[in-house]
């Protein structure tokens, strides 16, 4: 019973670093968000020991009878939050929610069509070293001019090339997709609709995004993201008529022993994510993804050639387009690394710069939001970054203002 500190040194000293790292920078990877303790503290117990390869009431271990009561609260609890009438919470990853989900829907060799991921799809929706490429047949479709995914687009490729899955859904886009039309176009070609919610599954259970559950046959998310749970993945349905072949999918298809002690945390964070406060962050993170996004299309913004992507958002991430900037997507992100802001650069489409330097950064407001931060520290980040992309940046005073704002607003203030 020899606490972390004593035990290993090594790494809880690397861990402490972590927390001071959290605290001191503001995080604005969009991916990224900060599980309140309670859910900390389900993902620490003795849970973790258990195995308990099946579900609930039809496992392959003895013992399970506590793990079933967690397991079947986070099956419950993510049905009424969504809306569906089938959930898998036993996921790892994202990742392998969308495997699994693949899985169940399709054949390897099967044609899926996807949204390319230069243009902010996702590795598992097709990229060609992903299980997705490699094993699957790959149509993708784009963004237009305007920074919109071109549906006229994605239906004329639906027509010509018959996909089995029709995947909608995004790692980095600003918009909402339109999921009635995706519906239609998946029906007129006989495709299965697969929605991946994993960025704006927060928004979607606080009613302030359209929920695709109603129009997908299968919705796969992590649990991490706007969600602000555990590091993981579900898979809903709207209907059972897949529960048999995704819950297979996942046990024994790709999975062994579900990590009860996540699940238990993840049943922890849909109460969380069900409540009217979680609304009001959900809400805050919109609102402070607009308010920088408003300032980065400012003309003084403009003059060093800095803009945004589809000219704003409607999410809780802006994408910001270098194209015209003297600085790349790498150089960007070490200044405002620099400032003490941590973000991650990002291709724009139709990017001239390589992919390991890029031409834009993906800014995120979920964990600042979860932080505390209201419209008047938002606009404050705006301007700090604003200023960190324009020449001659002056490095100290912008991280003077970034550390007064995570003083304002501490992160985790009972842990150490
Ligand atoms: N799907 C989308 C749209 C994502 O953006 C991500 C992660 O970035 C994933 C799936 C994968 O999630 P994970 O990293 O948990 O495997």
Redesign the pocket.
């Known amino acids: 019973n020899t606490p972390l500190h004593e035990l290993d040194p090594d790494v809880a000293a690397a861990v402490d670093a972590e927390l001071h790292r959290q605290q001191s920078t503001l995080e604005m990877i969009a ?1 990224e968000n900060f599980a309140p303790v309670a859910v900390m503290e389900a993902q620490g117990t003795v849970l973790t020991n258990k195995y308990a390869e099946g579900y609930p009431g039809r496992r392959y271990y003895g013992g399970c009878e506590h793990v079933d009561v967690t397991e079947q609260i986070a099956i419950d609890r993510v049905k009424d939050l969504f809306g569906a009438e089938y959930a898998n919470v036993q996921p ?7 495997q699994a989900a693949l899985f169940a829907i399709a054949q390897p060799g099967d044609t899926i069509l996807g949204l390319d991921l230069a243009h902010g ?5 097709g990229m060609r070293l992903n299980f997705s490429g490699k094993q699957f047949n790959v149509v993708a479709y784009h963004v237009d001019e305007a920074g919109l995914v071109d549906m006229a687009e994605v239906e004329r490729l639906a027509k010509e090339n018959n996909p089995k899955v029709i995947i909608a ?4 886009y600003p918009r909402h997709l339109d999921f009635a039309e995706f519906r239609r176009i998946a029906d007129e070609v006989g495709a299965y609709l697969w929605v ?4 704006f599954a927060g928004l979607v259970a606080a009613g302030l995004h359209p929920n695709p559950v109603p129009f997908a046959d299968v919705v ?3 649990t ?2 706007t969600l602000g749970g555990p ?3 579900i898979i809903l349905a709207r209907s059972k008529e897949f529960a048999k072949k995704l819950n297979s999918a996942v046990f024994p298809g790709f999975q062994g022993g579900p990590l009860e002690h996540v699940i238990a945390a993840k049943a922890v964070s849909f109460k969380v994510a069900a409540s009217d406060d979680f609304k009001e962050r959900q809400q805050r993170t919109l609102d402070g993804a607009r308010i920088l996004a408003e300032r980065l299309v400012q003309d003084d913004a403009k003059a060093v050639g800095v803009d945004v992507l589809s000219g704003g958002t409607e999410v809780h991430l802006v994408l910001v387009d270098l194209r015209n900037s003297e600085l790349d997507g790498q150089q960007a992100e070490d200044r405002l690394h620099e400032v003490g802001i941590t973000v991650n650069r990002n291709a724009v489409p139709n990017d001239p710069r390589p992919p390991m330097v890029t031409s834009g950064l993906r800014i995120g407001t979920p964990a600042l939001a979860t932080r505390g931060f209201q419209e008047d520290d938002f606009r404050e980040v705006a301007d700090i970054i604003a200023e960190a992309l324009k020449p001659g940046f002056d490095a100290a005073s912008l991280k003077t203002r970034v550390t007064a704002l995570a003083d304002k607003h501490p992160l985790y203030p009972g842990l150490k």
């Open positions: 991916s790892h990853s994202g990742a392998s929610a969308n799809g996702h590795l598992t929706h859904g995004w790692s980095a991946d919610m994993a960025h796969t998310s992590t991490h993201k590091r993981g993945g």
